[in-house]
């Protein structure tokens, strides 16, 4: 067998994990959609079949023996092949760092925990959940230490790794600092301005199917293709899917238009990412998304730097007050562009606004790191939350299910992904000004509803280069220099404080 | 190994074929119902590879072993063990007999002759189809030549036995005389009694959500456990799934309801029979349907015996006024039957009414066993299809779409199919006399709304066997004979000349 034949049996087998995880992403979907609520069972079942599977492909021998071999002769493969043998060889070092019992371990511990944490946040109780966490923490740490090992690396920065390769605690440390130490002060000099303008008007009431019909006709304005794509309702927004059948949800409040809005903007961005990956790679592990820092970043650049900007609000006022037949100052672009910008202390991350959001992930990030070390006991986590939280944001929780209960990451094991939410700001405020700089008159065009040219540069900037490049080269290609958090002060600062 | 232990691994293989095949299930309802237009490509590639996976554990090597050594020692197993041995076994011949080549064969030659049906009846033209539909014959036919040596009998035989075990040419064409030789003239004496009777009102138009909502009242009165399953929409009426997630669907006419309303019974005939098999061996071959005559007469028994009868219209007129907010006489019981219960010389199968239903099948397998023997060329289909509808219907197709490119059934290769729905009418009427002779109270109690006593009779006749005896087995246990068409014909003469 050739090293190149090597190679193509290795695209095969990828090709067939992404087959498997495809399936995987409609019976995710499903589940929160459509599925009947006593179905559950079945579908954990036929996802532990599908993961189980993808895993054992993952962590055959022979898969082993193929990396060996095309990477023996990688020189004969051609740049993007490079690229894919890379990603083929990450994926495979986390999937077989780890033993067979820590994989069940670990699927053990975060399905019960998962049934615990809904349980305690019913219960409002973080007692109910407490000695779970501290299994799952337990086995996260086990499971660190073990792919650390495989890396070279310390167990944490492993886990930062799995979900944003090439991560270290050291980058994440540094940007928590430059932004906490700053984050207060702007936010007090925000509020302090907000309070001195005319009283915002709250918006109306509307129908449930009227803002889904928004939802559709903004995501088409975006360009959104629906022929490959659905916009539909569940608990919390999510995307699911490859770019050959994306589904998108959002959630939607009579009483508040605007989450559900900005729900759709959200997750349009995680799509038009996915869409957006080249097609010619749709079934390799170097035609995927670069990381979930990226893939947040894309969502928040959408939702946050295009969704709350005044030329976007000029461009959809008008389909707004059509498609929901309102009238009034309520409706006007410019309140409905002072509703997208209200700075608030609040306790919860998901219904946060762009300026105090990045406090509420570094909480998580410094709380996380601190679980994971072991300084701070699960037990203790509710009171060191609610200390955080008054010092960072300027308010606290009455109980745990508004609180240290609010996310579900934790409990499903997701240690080292709140920090993707983290980067994805800075990389979205970032990008925002590359994308100025590059293309000045984009805005202008975004408000005549034109969103070519927004789309045609994140497409080269981002889209197209899938997960050839490290997420260092990518921003360097695309912005000039790394994550620099640095733009997200500067674009806070222009946006609420001098604009 | 013990043989016994032989039997536990084969239940383990079959649990986990049993699994892939309910992924299978939920991507071909989402395929139907929710899917985006252009997403039909990567669906293809899911089942396909769902398919190929479980394909491969029934034609394994190892599997075959395993089955001669539980068989060694079969007495040490119990009866319900026994018989899915017998049904692992007739599963792993079905699926042995055949090379690997013609497997592959089979896929691409229905897949194709598919693509070309779509545009066949889109075009009216059924030479669109035909060399395609040749295609599918010759590789069917090869199919049946090599099932039939490995059962021992004849190729339309080996057909006949995959979807219908145990049943022969033999059987269905007495069936078919014994219809056919007595339906033409008893469509006429009801058509002239019909004619002389006052003229039936017709419906007035229902909007669709209206028709849903009477469809969910009227199978949570049946007792539909709606929290393992959902109803929806689609172009035609289907049902998936296994017992632990089942979704049907119907389609809905705006001007037509009776169209709809007669699609959920039916599908809810076949998910009460899913629902019902023993929960014990639900991810076992023993715990599956008796075949499709028997899932046929399920839902033919529901939706005609049952939802055409005078004591069900008198439960659910009602129902049906209060949910649609219709009032007057064309919404009354009386007029309601009748409307259900018209015969009429009409065109397509699907929308038949009970009476010339048979012969609508009977057609289809005459002219299917004449292409499968070659008597009858492809090329002179449609004549031969028209010549037949003026013989048995009493009335033509003008062009091919609503004659004999109505059905997908031989693009998609099935033949030896649609004699199950034959003798799924013929069942469900014997079912139905045995039903009224165990409990005469029975339809009194449907019209009281109390649907007990009807559920309770089919789940101790036919639900709690799944699969444990054969067809033959089952209607005598339940009726006291095998199949007999005279309980068709004088249920027909009961309720359309006599009543």
Redesign the interface.
């Known amino acids: 067998m050739s090293p190149n034949n090597a190679y193509q049996q290795l695209e095969k087998r990828f090709r067939?994990i992404h087959?498997?995880r495809?399936?995987g992403h409609?019976?995710r979907w499903?589940g929160e959609v459509?599925?009947?609520?006593?179905?559950s069972?079945?579908?954990a079942?036929?996802l532990s079949?599908?993961e189980t599977?993808s895993n054992s492909i993952l962590r055959s021998r022979q898969t082993g023996v193929l990396l060996d071999r095309a990477e023996t002769s990688a020189g004969t493969l051609d740049g993007w092949q490079q690229a894919n043998l890379r990603e083929m060889r990450r994926l495979w070092v986390h999937a077989n760092a780890i033993p067979n019992r820590l994989v069940n371990a670990f699927h053990r511990a975060t399905t019960e925990a998962d049934m615990h944490w809904r349980r305690a946040v019913e219960q409002d109780d973080f007692r109910v959940l407490a000695p779970h966490l501290e299994k799952v923490i337990a086995v996260v740490r086990e499971k660190g230490r073990f792919v650390g090992a495989a890396l070279g690396c310390s167990a944490y920065d492993a886990l930062l790794d799995e979900h944003d390769p090439g991560r270290t605690t050291a980058d994440i440390n540094r940007v928590f600092h430059e932004l906490s130490s700053e984050l207060p002060h702007l936010i007090a000099a925000i509020l302090e301005r907000q309070s001195a303008m005319s009283p915002v008007e709250p918006a109306t009431p509307v129908a449930v199917a009227r803002q889904k019909d928004l939802g559709r006709r903004v995501m088409k304005a975006l360009g959104f293709?629906?022929?490959?794509?659905?916009l539909d309702e569940s608990l919390h927004p999510f995307t699911e899917g490859?770019a050959?059948?994306i589904r998108i949800t959002s959630r939607f409040d009579k009483d508040d238009f605007l989450t559900g809005f900005m729900g759709v903007l959200h997750e349009t961005g995680h799509a038009m990412y996915d869409y957006g990956l080249p097609q010619a790679w749709a079934t390799q592990p170097v035609g995927r998304d670069r990381g979930m820092a990226i893939h947040e970043s894309q969502a928040l650049f959408l939702e946050m730097m295009i969704g709350r900007s005044r030329s976007f609000m000029n461009f959809c006022a008008p389909m707004i007050a059509r498609t929901f037949g309102t009238q009034g100052a309520g409706w006007s672009s410019g309140n409905l562009y002072r509703l997208a910008t209200q700075v608030r202390r609040s306790l919860v991350r998901m219904d946060a606004d762009e300026v105090t959001y990045p406090l509420h992930v570094i909480l998580r990030c410094e709380l996380e790191e601190e679980l994971f070390s072991g300084v701070l006991e699960v037990r203790h986590l509710p009171q060191a939350w609610n200390d955080k939280m008054r010092l960072y944001i300027g308010v606290a929780p009455g109980g745990d299910s508004k609180g240290c209960l609010q996310d579900s990451h934790w409990p499903l094991g997701y240690f080292g992904y709140f920090s993707t939410y983290l980067m994805g700001i800075v990389i979205a405020a970032q990008l925002f000004s590359a994308l100025q700089r590059d293309n000045p008159d984009v805005m202008r065009q975004i408000e005549l509803g034109n969103f070519a040219p927004l789309f045609d540069w994140l497409d080269r900037s981002i889209y197209c280069q899938a997960a050839k490049l490290t997420t260092e080269q990518l921003l360097e290609r695309a912005t000039g220099e790394d994550a620099n958090s640095a733009y997200f002060l500067a674009y806070v600062r222009a946006k609420y404080l001098t604009a």
């Not at 459509?34 to 179905?39: L, N, Y």
């Not at 293709?225 to 659905?230: C, M, N, T």
């Open positions: 067939r087959l498997l495809s399936i409609l019976l499903d459509m599925m009947p609520s006593g179905s069972g079945i579908r079942e036929q079949l599908l599977e293709p629906f022929h490959k794509g659905r490859t050959e059948d």
